[in-house]
């Protein structure tokens, strides 16, 4: 058992204990820390894939900026874990769930058990090539081979930015008719909720 | 030349599509210039196609043009194509040039009218329709110009659709030929199924190889075709139609309802001879509803007062006289008969036409009278044609007429009584047309102030072709005297080549006993010509010199003339047996069947999905896990599809 | 060395995790994050593969990818910011207006 095994090990462990804790929390500022944990431990076994730019990105984007904003949505709510989320499901459904999930699980790793893959996937990787992984690389083929994919993908942040502007643009207060839409849909999730 | 021979329908149809797309763009000078223009064009075309025709040897007298294949379907093999030949050149010819003349006519007629264009865009349509017709090389394109003959007939008796007893005699003419369709659609089957071909000339070819003379199969197709053509010529039972198309404008009532379409029917029995000549039972039929149609259609014209509908029926009547023609296997007489009577009969409308707009279009002869001072151009051009309808000798009428009573009284399909039907036909024909001229034109002017005011003779353009129809309803027909004057019959010589049985076995016959039937024609002839002289006097006696006399004999016969003035009530006994219990059974198939069953079949059916989806409506709670829980558990049963499935 | 089924069946534990957590969870943010993690479980294995490929083409997908999962987020939390605006709640049993 060498240093590469123990590593896999334990980021490997701690990913799915994070994930799990993150879907097991009441609270949601500790299931955004947890998937934050999650997310690095993810992070570290990119790194052992030779990944080291996108293990970076990972951790910086994806840990930094994106779990940061779920948390200023959670704090801008004031959301502290206590709020009404109705009764606790059913033990029946609960159950059913849970069945769904792993049945799922089972199955992927299944398919990576299965023939076609095995010979690929079973053999002990050997040593990555010289700067596989690296800044250079990838962005080597970014601009050359996946240009358009790329440039298209800026348009797409381009439009996603104004689109979250324009949902979550607080409303003029006195909208005579906005005002309206909103009581009437409120009665009706009264309605449908007694 | 030859190449030329799609010009003939083709000119019409343009002159059709420029009128109809730019209806109500156009000044009415143009209108009237291409409507004319183009059926001009068209007789100009005929014309020296009939030349072209003429110098080919006698028995090559054939023009053929294929445009293009339409259908082809296994061994339906159906061509655009147009076959000229010494009928179909007599029909072109009769077509344009009595159709130009009363497209020349209409310009005057319909002066006033406020749906110029579309008049002029029908009667090209319809020119163009007959003009396929007749050229037609096979049974399917003719069936396309048969209905679109139908259809411009159904538009045109309509014309005046404001008027509701317009359009219901559009819709009566139209369905009754619906008839008529159906048995010439049957005809063309059984002949398609039999000989495996809609070419005329194959079909004729293969007919005797195929077709057991005289048998079932043959007499069945035969009369078949026979009650289009009753549908289409207005015959007995089918003729109710024609009458009330008088409602269309009076130059549509030449046009369609005396010249051309009516007399399809004939040309289409004349077309197809051969298959008729194998089936003599069939004939028989043809002459036998012919002779009953010309005797009935007669006495009723003989009641009616409005001056439309007396011509209406001497139509009928004299389309019933072709039929016998053609009945007694004397094709050739029937379509002499044809030609001659589209010159009269067109001559005949016209003239009422001119009366008709002379009195404020108003139709009862009861209310005219004297109007002989007025009109003395419609008078004399009128009195010809009644002449030649008479069939006073040296009229074209007469010619035409004679040799169908003659024939049937000779041929070897004839009937004695088939000729008696006739010969009483011609005395009554020649009683209610003089009829209808004194009480037009003689007598003391009957109208009201209001409509003496403004009589007045008809514009040039009705007055020159009538002149131009009366010159040829004199002389037409010249082309077709009987043997026994000493001179040659070239009608039916150049009829000879399409006619195959009939001139041969006339010509057999005239040689075996020449010398009694010479006498025997000479005596019919004079009988004819006595009896008709006889029924003009009648006329003149009771309807001229002593108006009284003719009153005292209507009350005598009063039950007769109620009879006759409403047509033999046929109208109402088509109306109870045919009509009455169609209504009753469309009835029972809208509220039982359709109402009750279809609907409730389909309400059923629809209510049940309704409470089905109702029920599985729940599953939609709107619950997003509940979906998300669905669209996973989807996907594990699509996977293990794959997965479990490939290994 | 570690076999690459090893990162493989790392990634289809995490991704049944995610599964678990979208239909257990009665939190839309939790939820969303649930989402979240699926998509990074889909990374790995994108990273995995084109290590033992040697082709850095998947290196790029994953790029594209987190760029679509923020675009995502950017466009999710701002949806959950106006329901919750209208709703006064984060209970996704509550959104319930598609039903029948």
């Known amino acids: ?194 | 030349m030859a190449e030329y021979l799609f010009l003939v329908p083709l000119l019409p149809l343009i002159g059709f599509l420029i009128n109809g797309l730019l209806i109500g763009r156009l000044p009415r000078s143009v209108v009237s210039a291409v409507a004319c223009g183009s059926v001009g064009l068209s007789l100009i075309v005929a014309i020296m196609l009939f030349f072209d025709l003429k110098a080919l040897p006698a028995d090559a007298r054939l023009i053929e043009q294929t445009l293009f294949t339409w259908i082809s379907a296994d061994i339906l093999h159906v061509n655009l194509a147009f076959m000229l030949d010494p009928l179909s050149a007599i029909m072109i010819l009769v077509v344009t040039g009595v159709g130009f003349l009363i497209h020349v006519y209409s310009v005057g007629y319909m002066a006033h009218d406020k749906c110029f264009g579309r008049y002029f865009a029908y009667l090209n349509l319809f020119t163009f329709s007959m003009l396929v017709l007749v050229l037609a090389d096979n049974f399917l394109l003719m069936f396309v110009g048969w209905e679109g003959v139908g259809l411009c007939s159904y538009l045109l008796i309509g014309f005046w659709y404001e008027k509701q007893s317009a359009s219901d005699a559009g819709k009566k003419a139209f369905i009754v030929n619906r008839i008529g369709d159906f048995g010439f659609l049957i005809g063309m089957f059984i002949i398609f199924w039999h000989v495996g071909s809609l070419d005329f000339a194959t079909v004729s070819q293969n007919a005797p190889m195929v077709f057991a003379a005289g048998g079932t199969v043959i007499t069945v197709a035969c009369l078949c075709l026979f009650v289009g053509a009753t549908g289409k010529s207005a015959q007995i039972p089918l003729y109710v139609w024609l009458p009330d198309a008088m409602e269309g404008p009076t130059p549509v009532s030449a046009l369609i309802h005396a010249a051309t379409m009516v007399t399809a029917g004939v040309y289409m029995i004349a077309r197809t001879n051969v298959l008729y000549m194998m089936a003599p039972d069939a004939l028989m039929v043809v002459a036998i509803v012919g002779a009953a149609t010309a005797l009935f259609a007669a006495t009723i014209g003989l009641a009616q007062n409005d001056i439309k509908r007396v011509l209406a029926y001497s139509t009928v009547s004299q389309l019933g006289y072709m039929f016998l023609a053609c009945g007694v296997a004397a094709f050739s007489a029937g379509i002499f008969h044809l030609m001659t009577h589209a010159f009269f009969k067109a001559l005949l409308f016209l003239g009422a036409g001119s009366v008709i707009h002379a009195m404020s279009d108003k139709q009862d002869m009861r209310e005219m009278g004297g109007l002989k001072k007025h009109l003395p151009i419609t008078f004399m051009t009128m009195l010809i044609a009644t002449l030649a309808i008479s069939g006073i000798p040296g009229f074209s009428g007469f010619f035409s007429k004679d040799e169908i009573l003659w024939k049937s009284f000779s041929s070897s399909h004839g009937h004695v009584a088939l000729w008696v039907l006739g010969f009483i036909t011609a005395g009554l024909t020649a009683f209610y047309m003089f009829r209808l001229i004194y009480l037009t034109f003689y007598g003391e002017e009957r109208m009201d102030a209001e409509t003496k005011k403004h009589i007045h003779e008809s514009p040039r353009t009705m007055t020159v072709p009538l002149m131009i129809l009366a010159v040829l309803s004199v002389i037409g027909g010249l082309v077709g005297m009987p043997h026994i004057f000493g001179a040659t019959n070239y009608f039916e010589e150049w009829l000879h080549p399409v006619m195959a049985g009939p001139p041969q076995e006339a010509a057999t016959h005239a040689l075996a006993s020449a010398g009694a039937n010479t006498s025997m024609e000479w005596i019919l002839m004079f009988a004819s010509v006595a009896l008709v002289l006889m029924a003009i006097y009648l006329a003149w006696y009771l309807y001229r010199k002593n108006t009284a006399a003719a009153g005292s004999l209507a009350d005598k016969l009063s039950g007769a003339r109620t009879t006759l003035a409403n047509k033999y009530y046929v109208d109402e006994f088509y109306g109870a047996v045919v009509i009455r219990p169609l209504i009753v059974f469309s009835l029972f198939l809208w509220k039982i069947v359709d109402v009750i069953i279809i609907d409730g079949f389909l309400n059923g059916l629809a209510s049940l999905w309704h409470d089905i989806s109702n029920a599985l409506r729940h599953a939609q709670s709107g619950r997003v896990r509940s979906y998300a829980t669905m669209f996973v558990f989807g996907v594990i049963l699509v996977v293990a599809y794959f997965v479990l499935g490939s290994n | 060395m570690v076999p690459i089924s090893a990162y493989l069946i790392l990634a289809a534990v995490l991704f049944g995790i995610g599964t678990v957590g979208v239909l257990i969870s009665r939190n839309v943010i939790v939820m969303f994050m649930s989402i979240e993690l699926m998509l990074n479980a889909a990374n790995m294995v994108l990273i995995a593969f084109s290590r033992a490929l040697s082709i850095a083409d998947g290196h790029v997908i994953v790029f594209l990818v987190l760029t679509v999962a923020a675009a995502e987020a950017a466009v999710g939390l701002g949806l959950i910011i106006m329901i919750y605006r209208n709703r006064a709640t984060i209970n996704i049993d509550r959104f319930s207006l598609l039903k029948w």
């Open chain 1, 1 to 194: 058992m060498n240093l590469d095994t123990v590593i896999f090990i334990v980021s490997a462990v701690v990913a799915v204990f994070g994930a799990t804790m993150m879907i097991a929390q009441r609270n949601p500022v500790a299931s955004v820390l947890y998937l934050i944990l999650s997310l690095v431990a993810q992070a570290v076994c990119y790194v052992q894939l030779s990944a080291l730019f996108l293990g970076a990105i990972l951790v910086v984007v994806y840990a930094g900026a994106i779990m940061v904003l779920f948390l200023f949505v959670i704090m801008l709510l004031n959301l502290r874990g206590s709020e009404d989320l109705g009764q606790p499901p059913k033990a029946l459904s609960r159950f059913t769930k849970y069945t769904i999930g792993i049945l799922m699980t089972l199955e992927l790793v299944f398919i990576i058990k299965g023939a076609p893959l095995k010979a690929m996937a079973t053999g002990l990787i050997g040593k990555a090539p010289d700067g596989f992984g690296s800044v250079e690389q990838v962005a080597r083929l970014m601009f050359t081979d996946y240009l358009y994919p790329f440039e298209l993908t800026g348009v797409l942040l381009l439009i996603a930015v104004v689109g979250a502007v324009v949902v979550a643009k607080s409303r003029k207060p006195g909208d005579p008719e906005e005002t309206q839409t909103e009581e009437t849909a409120g009665t009706n999730t009264n309605e449908a909720g007694s």
